[in-house]
């Protein structure tokens, strides 16, 4: 191969075009060509570049996935494929993910209580939204139980890669306090969040209090004193 600076630029890359690289596994390392689609979508299955999401795949059925496989199964589900809305229930899943991550330490402190996003990798519109009921380790895997919020629907086939990541969105209970005055001239942040504890008042609550505020009003106004210089 002559040196690289000896070859143009190509500034309209396209999925068609190939890269230079070498085959890892094999035992010399063969030098191939790979293209721009294939790295796009080992990008797309792996979820390898950071981004709080993590890939495995789909492998139903199987009772005992050597860890290496880096899959997950619905639990008792017995099908070679399944609708992506419908993986509410017990999920078991690899510590390690296609990109050869270990996200739990993340997912059990972040994930319980909150609401994923899964989709099938390069699919976004193959999606749904579950809450995280509980996570509990089980050996090399951990299971994982959900709750289905909402989705649009689409099938995961044997093999597919699905990616998952945490979702703060519309069903994510958020508890809140807050430290007042909520501006200060120091330029220094306000600490807020709401008392999950707190009740929305009725109507008749609001009626009553402002009917008490306007009678406090014509109180003070009216035994109130003012005087003149």
Same mark, same amino acid.
């Given at each position: 191969?002559?040196? =690289?600076?000896? !070859?143009?630029?190509? !500034?309209?890359?396209?999925?068609?075009?190939?890269?230079?690289?070498?085959?890892?596994?094999?035992?010399? /390392?063969?030098? /191939?060509? &790979?293209?721009?689609?294939?790295?796009?979508?080992?990008?797309?299955? *792996?979820?390898?570049?950071?981004?709080?999401?993590?890939?495995?795949?789909? #492998?139903? !059925? =199987?009772?005992?996935?050597?860890?290496?496989? /880096?899959?997950? %199964?619905?639990?008792?589900?017995?099908?070679?494929?399944?609708? =992506? *809305?419908?993986?509410?229930?017990? +999920?078991? @899943?690899?510590?390690?993910?296609?990109?050869?991550? #270990?996200?739990?330490? &993340?997912? @059990?402190?972040?994930?319980?209580?909150?609401?994923?996003? =899964?989709? /099938?990798?390069?699919?976004?519109?193959? !999606?749904?939204?579950?809450?995280?009921?509980?996570?509990?380790?089980?050996?090399?895997?951990?299971?994982?139980?959900?709750?289905?919020? %909402?989705?649009?629907?689409?099938?995961?086939?044997?093999?597919?890669?699905?990616?998952?990541?945490?979702?703060?969105?519309?069903?994510?209970?958020?508890?809140?306090?807050?430290?007042?005055?909520?501006?200060?001239?120091?330029?220094?942040?306000?600490?807020?969040?709401?008392?999950?504890?707190?009740?929305?008042?009725?109507?008749? #609550?609001?009626?009553?209090? +402002? +009917?008490?505020?306007?009678?406090?009003?014509?109180?003070?106004?009216?035994?109130?004193?003012?005087?003149?210089?």
């Amino acid at each position: 191969m002559g040196r =690289i600076s000896n !070859y143009p630029l190509d !500034y309209d890359v396209i999925g068609s075009d190939r890269l230079p690289g070498s085959a890892w596994n094999t035992p010399t /390392k063969i030098t /191939k060509n &790979f293209t721009v689609d294939a790295v796009a979508d080992y990008y797309n299955r *792996t979820a390898k570049i950071s981004t709080g999401q993590f890939a495995w795949q789909f #492998e139903p !059925y =199987i009772t005992s996935q050597p860890q290496s496989q /880096k899959t997950f %199964e619905k639990v008792d589900y017995l099908n070679d494929s399944i609708d =992506i *809305t419908n993986l509410g229930g017990i +999920l078991r @899943i690899a510590q390690l993910t296609l990109g050869n991550t #270990e996200p739990f330490p &993340f997912i @059990i402190d972040q994930w319980l209580g909150k609401n994923a996003l =899964i989709y /099938k990798s390069g699919y976004p519109d193959i !999606y749904a939204i579950y809450t995280v009921n509980s996570v509990v380790q089980d050996g090399y895997y951990y299971l994982v139980d959900l709750t289905f919020v %909402e989705g649009n629907s689409g099938t995961l086939d044997k093999n597919d890669s699905v990616t998952f990541g945490l979702f703060p969105g519309n069903g994510t209970l958020i508890d809140v306090t807050a430290t007042f005055p909520l501006l200060s001239s120091g330029g220094t942040s306000p600490n807020i969040s709401v008392d999950s504890g707190y009740t929305i008042p009725t109507d008749g #609550e609001l009626a009553d209090a +402002l +009917l008490g505020y306007n009678r406090s009003i014509i109180s003070a106004t009216v035994t109130g004193t003012t005087t003149k210089t």
